[in-house]
């Protein structure tokens, strides 16, 4: 299994270009999750998905979007990216609720300049 | 409001010294309780968890937590770090039947040879 998959693993934007993180994984997980790490932020839950079709917001969902349409996958959009954004992106997946073991991918680090 | 609190922000210790990170936790119900490793360059990964029974929890790596209701904490141990140990160390909350997990803001630990 390769487990959590994320791409890209490094991008940079301009302000107020769009793009797509993709994550996606092969654990046959429910829930799937997208958060933000800044440094000495600690981790921030951007969105959230407990299936296929069925997204809810985290913590800090402003200027994102997401969509669930498959199981496996889990692409989190940026539209029109703004400074506040550069951060490394985390995608994770756990079989059931949040509280069970979250398995996370490698990131992505978001630099807008 | 469920909160989780680290309260060592940068550790730094030299090899064979004893460990004691501290996390305290917000809340008055069932809890389940993480700890989470984020080695150099890795991705998170779960260190051990605590769900119900044995306050004291073992997990990978030879560290350890206790689990002490009375005092809403969940500290880590370990009685002898290595250079390995190097890492961010995150803690977390499942707060009853919440969906999403409450994070700590991280501790950092810098071992040195």
């Known amino acids: 299994n390769a487990g959590v998959t994320q791409t890209p693993k490094f991008r940079i934007l301009k302000i107020g270009q769009s793009m797509t993180l993709q994550c996606a994984q092969d654990?046959?997980?429910?829930?799937m999750y997208w958060y933000r790490q800044d440094p000495g932020m600690g981790l921030k839950l951007i969105y959230y998905?407990?299936?296929?079709?069925?997204?809810d917001k985290g913590e800090v969902p402003n200027g994102y979007n997401v969509s669930r349409s498959t199981t496996e996958d889990f692409p989190l959009r940026l539209e029109l990216a703004a400074p506040s954004q550069t951060s490394v992106y985390f995608c994770?997946?756990?079989?059931?609720?949040?509280?069970?073991?979250?398995?996370f991918g490698p990131g992505t680090r978001l630099l807008v300049l | 409001a469920q909160s989780v609190s680290q309260h060592n922000h940068h550790v730094i210790l030299s090899e064979a010294a004893s460990l004691e990170l501290g996390c305290n936790y917000s809340y008055g119900g069932t809890v389940n309780l993480f700890w989470y490793v984020q080695y150099p360059g890795q991705h998170l990964q779960l260190l051990l968890k605590y769900f119900s029974g044995d306050p004291l929890v073992k997990g990978i790596k030879g560290f350890e937590a206790e689990f002490i209701k009375s005092k809403f904490s969940f500290n880590l141990r370990k009685p002898s770090v290595q250079w390995s140990d190097t890492a961010e160390y995150f803690c977390?909350?499942?707060?009853?039947?919440?969906?999403?997990?409450?994070w700590g803001l991280g501790t950092s630990l810098a071992v040195n040879p």
């Open positions: 654990m046959n997980h429910n829930y």
């Open positions: 977390a909350l499942g707060a009853g039947n919440n969906r999403k997990l409450i």
């Open positions: 994770a997946s756990s079989y059931g609720t949040s509280q069970e073991t979250q398995y």
């Open positions: 998905s407990v299936g296929a079709g069925i997204t």
